[in-house]
């Protein structure tokens, strides 16, 4: 079955306290995405990436670190995670270079205290 | 950057009725609006989508308009069902070192009243 997995699906943790959020597309896509969503602002995008080893910065990338070592991982890394950055966070994954049809993963809801 | 603007953030229709959902831009060179429904629990979902180089596009009950010299875009859903209550956002794509990225509105919660 084509999904997007994303692990673990719910996580609370304490500020500082390095976290990995891992996602993972089997569709051989080459555009990957991470996005968070908090009420009142939609969705905003992390980071993003085009293929391995490429990455770019998205909308609010301040505190957020990715990597691309495969085509179909894209972990998020939060190496001091503070109360602001508590939010649910989506990846995603597309077939082309182009902005285009995003398949979204189920989501991760992260509680930082 | 992109800067997008999604109105309402609230939207009350009647079932049967017609919804309309806006989205301003800012990037004059955006060239992708995808709109994306998310029902509550869920991740969201393309439900239609529109490249630069063309006015409107339809797909059954939904359509989406785009008038590139104001940077505006709308959804149109027609004959709205209870299964059409959700939160839309619309997105504009933005031209990154080598692929797009995308930035999305804030949302608008439909509500279809029985």
């Known amino acids: 079955e084509a999904q997007v997995t994303q692990n673990p699906r719910y996580l609370i943790t304490v500020t500082g306290k390095k976290l990995t959020v891992t996602c993972s597309q089997n569709?051989?896509?080459?555009?990957m995405s991470w996005y968070r969503q908090d009420p009142g602002l939609g969705l905003r995008q992390i980071y993003y990436?085009?293929?391995?080893?490429?990455?770019d910065k998205g909308d609010v990338p301040e505190g957020y670190k990715v990597s691309r070592k495969e085509k179909r991982n894209f972990p998020l890394i939060l190496e001091s995670p503070s109360p602001n950055q508590t939010s649910l966070y989506f990846c995603a994954s597309s077939l082309g270079l182009r902005a285009d049809t995003q398949y979204f993963g189920p989501g991760t809801r992260l509680t930082v205290l | 950057g992109e800067n997008v603007e999604q109105h309402p953030s609230t939207l009350s229709v009647q079932e049967g009725d017609s919804a309309v959902i806006k989205c301003t831009y800012s990037d004059s060179a955006s060239n992708y609006f995808p709109w994306y429904k998310q029902e509550l629990g869920k991740r969201p979902q393309l439900i239609i989508d529109?490249?630069?180089?063309?006015g409107e596009k339809k797909d059954q009950r939904i359509a989406v308009t785009l008038n590139k010299t104001a940077k505006h875009f709308s959804l149109h859903i027609t004959e709205t069902q209870p299964e059409d209550s959700a939160v839309y956002f619309c997105a504009a794509s933005f031209k990154g070192g080598g692929a797009d990225g995308l930035t999305f509105g804030k949302g608008t919660h439909l509500i279809i009243q029985p």
């Open positions: 569709m051989n896509h080459e555009y």
């Open positions: 529109i490249r630069s180089n063309v």
């Open positions: 990436s085009m293929n391995v080893e490429v990455t």
